[in-house]
């Protein structure tokens, strides 16, 4: 196991141990990109380009979208 | 309370569009910039999938996420022009059918399921999969439209939920 592989493993427990100590589903959502964008690094150094570029797409681009909508309008409702 | 969540008024009326615009001109410029380098990124992602990494999924989300950028750097109205539901259904429909018609013709000729018809073609080429860039296609086509279909009931909610508010 290189050294590289070693920093990502350790990082992806911190930033997904962040992820779930952040309480505010805005913020929540935001670190969680941050976490995608982790595990994006952690399969290229696996060598996983394939599943990697699946993780980009999905984890930076659908997912924070739905999210970020979802989360405005469920506070839309509540703040009325 | 399913059937009431149906059945509500969410009907999408193209003259009751809100016209919005993005203030920041950094982000106006960046957006539209980047939408065509995102949906030739989804194309090369799709039309490469075999030979390097990626494939009709990846390259169906990029091309999915070229639209959104439409909308996030430039109007709604632009976004909804570019991407009219029928034509989106249309695709969808094609992407799915398509994977399967590739499978059945195989059947058809009396070889298994998704059987490579074409033969092998020149190693590390465009045309090197046989019947692979067909289903790559179908795939990305498919989910490019799936995308854009989801993306279309979320962000309707809150579209809508822009319009009551007024």
């Known amino acids: 196991m290189i050294p590289l592989q070693v920093v990502l493993l350790v990082l992806m427990g911190i930033v997904g141990t962040t992820v779930v100590l952040a309480r505010d589903p805005l913020r929540q959502a935001i670190v969680n990109s941050v976490y995608g964008l982790v595990a994006v690094l952690l399969f290229v150094v696996f060598q996983a380009p394939d599943v990697a570029l699946s993780e980009l797409v999905v984890g930076t681009v659908a997912m924070p979208l739905v999210l970020l909508v979802a989360i405005l309008k469920v506070r839309r409702k509540g703040g009325r | ?45 799709a039309a490469y999938g075999y ?33 009219p539901m029928e034509l989106v259904e249309l695709a969808e429909g094609v992407g799915a059918g398509g994977y399967v018609v590739v499978g059945l013709a195989a059947l058809v000729s009396g070889a298994p399921f998704l059987h490579n018809l074409l033969g092998p073609g020149d190693f590390g080429t465009l045309l090197s999969g046989g019947s692979i860039p067909l289903l790559n296609w179908a795939a990305a086509i498919e989910v490019a439209a799936a995308n854009v279909l989801l993306f279309h009931e979320f962000f309707e909610e809150y579209v809508l939920s822009l319009r009551s508010r007024r």
Do not use: C, H
């Open chain 2, 1 to 45: 309370m399913g059937v009431a969540l149906l059945l509500r008024d969410t009907r999408d009326r193209k003259s009751e569009r809100p016209y919005d615009r993005v203030d920041n001109d950094a982000v106006q410029l960046l957006g539209i910039l980047m939408v065509p380098v995102t949906v030739l990124l989804g194309l090369w992602l």
């Open chain 2, 51 to 83: 030979i390097t990494p990626g494939g009709g999924f990846q390259g169906g989300v990029v091309l999915a996420a070229g639209l959104v950028l439409l909308w996030a750097a430039g109007r709604y109205r632009a976004y909804r022009a570019a991407s």
